[in-house]
């Protein structure tokens, strides 16, 4: 009816939206630039072991600090990315730079290892593995200290090709994770088909816990599924004392959130490992 069409014509003409969108494709002409000089660059969030109590690895989280504009919010630039089909070139950055840290973090933790957040469209990418397999020969990582958390669902949803791509890195012994899970279409089939090794339990169930019983029984019955698949679970947003303590009685795995550190730069990462292998020693 007319107030249908009147929204229409609103939505199109919409200035905020048009601005927002002439601010994403300008954030996108940037990006490769923003690259190459140096003001995009890697945080690490630890996760902790709750059986050892061990930093047994991190999240990489890609930065952006734009010279005029400040930080900008992965959420935003890699969105845009991804819109436009130029993830790739973000990926390998990240890709590259992981691997060089897990090479310079295992002098601290031996073994350590990296997540890094791959979209959907990094896996019709066919040469993935094998750019992969000669950047960990580059730097002398074995395979299982890397990990690629997938978060979109719904592409991997009946397309044989990815599935491959994924089972090839799985043979190398890369580690597959499966983020925010419980908020996408992680159907139990899928569950099945994906050669994950860990299960990342969304933060909203971690936070809701204390508040919400669904969220508590999402958590608890997750924790369940991931062992008897014989999978790990990671438990992120933990953000204080209560949750990490109630987590580690449901069994969970490895935990990660502000409670255990925010997101750093790689050389804080390695004071903070440096002053947890002293602290053991005392
Ligand atoms: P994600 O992979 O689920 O990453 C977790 C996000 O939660 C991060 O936000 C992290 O800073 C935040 N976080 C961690 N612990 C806590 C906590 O205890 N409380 C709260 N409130 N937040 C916490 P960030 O860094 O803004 O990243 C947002 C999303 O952007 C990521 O979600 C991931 O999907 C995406 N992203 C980040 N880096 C990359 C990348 O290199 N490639 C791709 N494809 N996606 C990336
Ligand atoms: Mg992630
Ligand atoms: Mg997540
Ligand atoms: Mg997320």
Not at 105 to 121: E, T, Y
Not at 218 to 247: C, F
Not at 253 to 266: A, L, N, T, Y
Request: net charge negative; glycine share 6%; charged share 30%.
């Amino acid at each position: 009816d007319e107030a249908d069409e009147e929204a229409i014509k609103w939505k199109y003409h919409d200035p905020a939206r048009q601005q927002e969108v002439s601010w994403r494709l300008s954030l996108l002409s940037q990006l490769d630039e923003a690259i190459e000089q140096g003001q995009v660059w890697l945080a690490f969030q630890p996760k902790l072991e709750l059986e050892t109590k061990k930093l047994v690895g991190a999240e990489a989280l890609a930065r952006w600090t734009h010279p005029e504009k400040g930080p900008i919010s992965p959420a935003e630039f890699i969105a845009a990315a991804e819109q436009h089909d130029r993830i790739g070139r973000l990926t390998d950055f990240v890709l590259a730079n992981s691997i060089a840290a897990i090479a310079d973090f295992s002098h601290h933790v031996p073994g350590f290892n990296i997540a890094i957040n791959l979209s959907a469209r990094n896996l019709t990418d066919h040469n993935l593995p094998d750019r992969v397999r000669s950047l960990l020969d580059r730097h002398g990582v074995a395979a299982h200290q890397l990990t690629l958390e997938l978060t979109e669902t719904a592409a991997l949803e009946g397309s044989g090709a990815d599935i491959d791509l994924l089972n090839q890195l799985r043979d190398m012994g890369v580690q597959i994770s499966i983020d925010d899970y419980g908020t996408g279409l992680s159907t139990l089939d899928y569950l099945k088909k994906v050669p994950a090794t860990e299960i990342k339990i969304d933060q909203s169930f971690v936070r809701g816990m204390r508040e919400s019983r669904s969220d508590l029984i999402m958590v608890q019955s997750t924790i369940a599924l991931a062992h008897s698949l014989d999978r790990k679970v990671v438990a992120e947003g933990v953000e204080d004392r209560d949750i990490l303590d109630q987590l580690e009685m449901m069994r969970c795995d490895i935990v990660q959130g502000f409670i255990v550190g925010r997101p750093m730069g790689r050389g804080e990462m390695v004071r903070r490992l440096t002053k947890e292998k002293r602290q053991k020693v005392a």
